[in-house]
């Protein structure tokens, strides 16, 4: 591939000539486009991040920058249809800049549930908690810039029976903003899906923001399937109050260029967060992935298990933080990344980064990169399996673990795609 | 040696190269439906190698040709062979974690028959054999080979001998490694599939085995040929002697 990427001549450009006129259309109140504006102030002059830097070490920071003004309003597109397979809480659908909620069951609406388009949704007190301006330049042109985003919240104490579905449909140029907000002692599942892009070039940069209060639990997918054309970069954080959990699931399979940065605050004591995730890449795919797990109080504990599985000329990069502050103690803290090399061609590398500033902890980090093992296919082959289903057994087998650790309706999906991935290689 | 009956398996002149280096330098067998065969040698004298070679695994080259019933199958992938009749117990069977036994078994026995089965009667034959094997149904439901004893693996590839009733079957040192319960159960499988016309080779160190199992042909193998083959007293001589009055293949003896 052609780098296209701008040489040390040019300096890279960002218009965000219409933040203000995109406020007022979207009917936001002065709070959000203070925040838009502080975000703004942050991008202005534009400097990207150090290559030297471990965040962007792997992925070229210029890919992620729009083409045009995000800023500048384009008409509306009508989004696609979306049919409904299972029972759901509520169904949100993001696309061309607007939401449309599809679904919203009668649990739901008797609980209170609130399914509200974030640009007039008065929340820009919880918005730039788990995401604040200056995060990354990504995080802060989506703070700058974002259009069509949705607030869900689950009121205190409610345990919703259906999962809840967002769904994003990638554009040329889509900013999506999500916000979540679990009232104490809530109990949910929230898959958010991102798909499209038409077989078209087209760029993503999205944002969520979690806010889970004490005692919740709340079991958060993220899932990534765009066409092949798309460039993206999704960011993820929650912030996680204490005595509650947060289960991130999370599953790449699309685009060409994907850079995901997921984690999670483990902000209050006794908070627990679970991070599975599996990543699937083929053709000349180039996957980045970052996860955080940032222990700031007393007696939290995360474990973390991420899967990739690559075959022809994929690439795969992942960097896995711990930190552990010094007032966390008594944390602990676990991590795993396995690769499977399917192909000669494909790479992938896994740093693990402990920052970790107390002694009372238990932690460890394991990682490993491999081939897949000729012997096993060997073996599975003289029981009559072709090459393609033995290395798919092996494949399915490998992922399996990391798959049972995921809630009912976001495995029951992810196990699907997965199929549908191998049969398609 | 064997009837008039065209030989389930053969070989003609089979050499297996690992690398640069000559293991199995020039290897004849034949073996006739119910026909059990043993061979016996040295370790390191090349009697996985052989095996593994006919089966098609692809670090070895292999110069010769490989018949399964009249057909030329030499050059065939595993798979082929599998799906053709042909069967190999491992030496050392390989770990697949996240795949458990009943959903492997049933990928393969799918293969092999080239007929999906449907799941219960799939399960309902699975249970049956396990209890032939006298094997814990609890072992179904396990991950393939991982964490299994030396005996369980062994007793795990005799299970998949019987779920997918080859016609011909390669089983190298199943014996080995097993107490002598397992041995009688294993044994009795053994007997099992050779009474269904499964012609079998067993690769074996001990005349212990051949207690249960009555071997119609005994082979001595030796720096990667057969030097000398037999009927069952074989086997006892070299229980008795060892294999140094054997030393140059020039003793080499046909039957
Ligand atoms: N992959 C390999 N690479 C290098 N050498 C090998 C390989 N596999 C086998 N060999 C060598 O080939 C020779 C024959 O080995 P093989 O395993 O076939 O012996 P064997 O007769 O089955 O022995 P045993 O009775 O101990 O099982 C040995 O010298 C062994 O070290
Ligand atoms: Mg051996």
């Not at chain 1, 002692?185 to 993503?204: A, L, M, P, Q, W």
């Not at chain 2, 992938?77 to 390989?94: C, H, I, N, T, W």
């Not at chain 2, 991950?143 to 079957?169: C, T, V």
């Not at chain 2, 097993?178 to 009795?188: P, R, W």
Request: charged share 20%; net charge negative; glycine share 10%.
């Amino acid at each position: 591939m052609a780098s296209r990427a701008a040489t040390g001549a040019t300096l890279p450009m960002l218009a965000l000539e219409h933040v203000a006129e995109l406020s007022s259309v979207a009917g936001e109140d002065r709070a959000l486009l203070a925040l838009r504006n502080q975000a703004r102030e942050l991008l202005t002059p534009l400097l990207l991040p150090d290559r030297a830097r471990h965040l962007w070490r792997y992925t070229d920071p210029t890919r992620f920058l729009p083409d045009t003004d995000p800023t500048d309003l384009t008409p509306t597109d009508v989004g696609p249809t979306w049919r409904l397979e299972e029972p759901l809480s509520v169904a949100g659908l993001l696309a061309g800049g607007a939401l449309r909620v599809v679904e919203m069951d009668a649990q739901a609406r008797k609980a209170g549930v609130a399914v509200e388009d974030l640009h007039h949704a008065k929340a820009a007190e919880m918005l730039g908690q788990a995401v604040p301006p200056g995060h990354g330049f990504v995080e802060d042109i989506n703070t700058a810039a974002w259009r069509g985003g949705v607030l869900v919240r689950v009121p205190a104490g409610v345990a919703l029976e259906h999962p809840i579905r967002l769904r994003v449909v990638a554009g040329p140029l889509t900013l999506p903003r999500v916000l979540v907000v679990a009232g104490e002692g809530s109990s949910f599942e929230i898959i958010e899906g991102h798909v499209g892009g038409d077989r078209s070039v087209g760029k993503v940069l999205g944002v969520t923001e979690i806010l889970v209060a004490r005692d919740a639990n709340v079991r958060y997918g993220l899932v990534q399937r765009w066409d092949p054309g798309i460039v993206g970069h999704l960011t993820a954080r929650a912030r996680v109050a204490a005595g509650a959990r947060f289960h991130l699931s999370l599953a790449s399979f699309g685009g060409s260029t994907f850079k995901a940065d997921v984690g999670a605050y483990l902000a209050g004591e006794g908070a627990e967060v679970e991070t599975a995730g599996v990543a699937m890449g083929g053709d000349q795919q180039h996957f980045d992935h970052h996860t955080e797990h940032i222990h700031e109080a007393r007696k939290t504990s995360s474990n973390l298990d991420f899967k990739v599985a690559l075959t022809h000329a994929a690439r795969s990069t992942y960097t896995g933080m711990i930190r552990i502050a010094r007032q966390a103690g008594g944390s602990e803290a676990y991590q795993e990344n396995r690769n499977l090399l399917l192909s000669h061609d494909a790479r992938a590398e896994s740093i693990p980064e402990l920052e970790i500033l107390t002694d009372d902890v238990r932690c460890s980090h394991g990682a490993t990169v491999a081939p897949i093992d000729p012997e096993q296919l060997f073996y599975l082959q003289s029981r009559g399996l072709a090459n393609l289903q033995a290395m798919r057994v092996i494949v399915y087998g490998f992922l399996d673990q990391t798959l049972a650790r995921l809630p009912q309706t976001t495995r029951e999906r992810i196990e699907a795609l997965v199929a549908a991935r191998l049969h398609t290689e | 040696m064997s009837h008039s009956a065209k030989p389930v398996f053969s070989c003609t002149d089979v050499h297996v190269w690992i690398a640069e280096k000559e293991v199995v330098k020039g290897v004849d067998l034949a073996v006739s439906a119910g026909e059990i065969h043993a061979i016996m040698g040295p370790n390191g004298s090349g009697k996985s190698t052989l095996a593994n070679a006919l089966m098609g695994h692809p670090a070895y080259t292999l110069e010769g040709t490989v018949e399964l019933s009249g057909e030329d199958v030499t050059s065939l992938s595993p798979d082929e062979k599998a799906r053709r009749g042909m069967f190999l117990a491992f030496q050392y069977p390989v770990a697949v974690p996240g795949v458990t036994v009943a959903s492997f078994l049933r990928a393969a026995v799918a293969a092999v028959r080239g007929t999906e089965v449907p799941v219960r009667e799939f399960r309902k034959e699975l249970l049956a054999r396990m209890e032939d094997l006298e094997m814990d149904p609890a072992f179904a439901g396990r991950y393939l080979n991982d964490g299994f004893s030396g005996g369980e693996k062994k007793r795990l590839e005799i299970l998949q001998l019987l779920m997918l009733k080859p016609r011909f079957a390669l089983l190298d040192e199943t014996d080995s490694g097993l107490d002598i319960d397992a041995l009688k159960v294993v044994a009795e499988g053994i007997n099992a599939a050779a009474s269904q016309d499964v012609g079998m080779v067993l690769v074996t160190h001990y005349q212990r085995l051949l207690n249960y199992v009555r071997p119609h042909v005994v082979h001595v193998f030796m720096d990667g040929r057969i030097v000398r083959t037999g009927g069952p007293e074989l086997a006892l001589e070299l229980e008795e002697r060892g294999y140094d009055w054997l030393e140059t293949p020039a003793t080499a003896g046909g039957a």
